[in-house]
DNA sequence: CATGAATGAGTTTTCATTCAT
DNA sequence: TATGAATGAAAACTCATTCAT
């Protein structure tokens, strides 16, 4: 009589528990996520969870780890394509990195390793030198270019590739953590082209490059 | 100097046990910290904490409320010295920041309130509201001066706050979370010295403002 | 017959742990039960209580309503069966609640329910009310009965229904409360028996009716 | 300063402290009443409790014994006055009876008693014997002179004492639970009154003493 | 494979009891 | 004596984990 709608699947369940697993970790915190919830939103029942994990830390980093492997491949790929203006790559890599990051689950790792970095340091030191210190290099090496044609002032690449970041990653964190109470969110479109504009021209009127503490 | 076992601390025990929760709420998260390790740390035992907090959620409002005290002050009081350029104001302003939030416990707040915010609405929002977006209203406020002044260009200054912000809240949550395993972090001068630089001045060489927003 | 060893007893399990809670409820009151000991007595560990009750005053309601269910209705049946002599009715009515109440867990009720009256003034009121008071009212009608047909003198059918109630509530409290200790209780039987005599006949020797009150 | 109502007492507070004790473990039984409480509502702070009583059971015990000692002296004297006619004796008994105890705090030791039976047999024991035992004793006398008189009927004197009972017994532990919710309470001039009726004269009308069960 | 009842270790919370002042 | 801050044992409660079905 309950033959309803099982069959199929089974290799899909521990997909599908890491992806429900990620979403109540990102919203509530490792210690806050209760396993019962979890798989009650995978559509499982409690016991189900452990067939397929060890335990609750296991599915926690499988969680991750899922999440991860195609930012972890996308941020390989979005450095190299040398032709274009380096201003304009480096617009185009912001924007790419948010059609990646920002629109999908994986946009909530931060949050969650952000939160949990003191709790499971391993993975916070893992997901930092995976994704976000390669994502910087990306960066950098975009910089480096601009610089090598002339295009950028010579400064720093990995630092000011690191500063160019953070604009990206304050609004991935906060459009997740505060979403509910900024009324006044700007669209990702228009804080990150502004990010880009201001980072690329700067704030001062080009009259003179005025005092720069040199 | 009082160095006698100090027993009957009346007025200094909510201070203390206050702190003492937030730098392990910040470190571990609310759930994951118990209160036995609160008491400890603040050096009494776990049934003293209920002689002056409700409970665990008491203590946690009261250790956050306690640590955004001064900011809030503070935060009014760093915008209005007119005089200097624009670009200076936005650099002390930075800088004055950093002084008054990464040294001390509150740097601690942002990380805390990003990861609880899902389960603490209420106090994430007025979080949000009593200390970013007032912070980001002074930056706004020195922007349009700039802007007046004819120092800088015609931005939309809420929004180029925001941008601002960015690289200032990425550092110190980053530093928070990721510090042990960033074996490259800039010193706060160096990455939030380059942000100003960036900010203001933009990448782009200064040979002429090519067409960016097409 | 189903002596397996008793796992997976959904069904069971609430009234089986409301009828453990109860007996120790009874027998010590509400805060004085460890709900470890439910528990145990129940056959089941600790966290299965809250398997079933949201808390342990959940569990006390629950365990005060599943008794008094039967009693409830039963309480109802007790009155009208008119044919016999007034004080026949009587005598069966208070020798059939003794079936009814003195035996059973129920009889555990009344002192349980004085005992935490000041706790739980809601519970207690309804237990006065759908029991004491309802039972009261089938004994009045009784009582008006035999009044009416001329077998008892004109006296206020509640407040003697109530007075009969008397010896009734007290046997069942003694017993209850004071049992280990007095050598000298009487049974049911003969202490209802007598009270029911006293109540019909009075001790007065059948020599002219004195006047009593003045 | 402080100076303001102290001096004087100190042979008060024992005294003090056991009838604040008592009023509260007779609303909320021993568990539930808090060691806190009691030193409030005598007005004296929690460590001085523990400078006139051992512990928490100690100040139960004592609170009980202080309230009992008047009842135990007064339960003597109520019976000897063998001049009056018996059912004037036994009316004086249960009236005066209700004077000593009704009115005053003692009348909380039956619920109390009843309660905290299980948890202090001992105790419930004592009082069992030393007072309801020896009351139900002096009303035996009273109905065995009664009997020897020829003013009552030859019943079992000690148990009909017992029934006697009955009614003061519960009148005094309804009065102490249920009064809140009873609207109906009845006087206890009315009902210890209508008692005394009853249990002298009988329900029955008095033509022919009908079956009586022999 | 899947379930969900049952378990018990680990936390929160309470409050009798102590003790420095 | 009296106080009330501090303690810690004990009880309530939660939830990851197990396992019979």
């Given at each position: 009589m309950n033959t309803v709608i099982p069959r199929r699947r089974k290799e899909a369940r521990p997909g599908e528990l890491a992806a429900a697993a990620l979403e109540l970790f990102v919203e509530r915190g490792f210690a806050a996520t209760r396993l019962e919830d979890v798989a009650a939103r995978a559509g499982v029942s409690k016991g189900t969870v452990y067939l397929y994990f060890e335990n609750k830390e296991a599915l926690f980093k499988s969680a991750v780890e899922t999440a991860m492997m195609p930012a972890l491949e996308a941020a390989e790929a979005l450095a190299d394509e040398s032709e274009r203006p380096a201003a304009e790559l480096l617009r185009c890599f912001v924007m790419g990195w948010w059609q990646m990051i920002g629109t999908?689950?994986?946009?909530?790792?931060?949050?969650?390793?952000?939160?949990?970095?003191?709790?499971?340091?391993?993975?916070?030191?893992?997901?930092?030198?995976?994704?976000?210190?390669?994502?910087?290099?990306?960066?950098?090496?975009?910089?480096?270019?601009?610089?090598?044609?002339?295009?950028?002032?010579?400064?720093?690449?990995?630092?000011?590739?690191?500063?160019?970041?953070?604009?990206?990653?304050?609004?991935?964190l906060w459009q997740r953590a505060f979403k509910t109470f900024m009324h006044d969110l700007p669209s990702p479109e228009r804080y990150l082209g502004e990010a880009v504009n201001l980072l690329t021209h700067g704030l001062a009127n080009s009259d003179a490059a005025k005092d720069a503490t040199p």
């Open positions: 999908n689950t994986i946009g909530g790792l931060p949050k969650l390793l952000v939160a949990e970095a003191g709790n499971f340091p391993e993975m916070a030191g893992w997901f930092y030198e995976s994704i976000m210190l390669r994502a910087k290099r990306a960066m950098a090496r975009i910089i480096e270019l601009g610089i090598r044609r002339g295009e950028f002032r010579p400064v720093e690449p990995e630092l000011a590739a690191r500063v160019v970041f953070g604009p990206m990653f304050s609004y991935i």
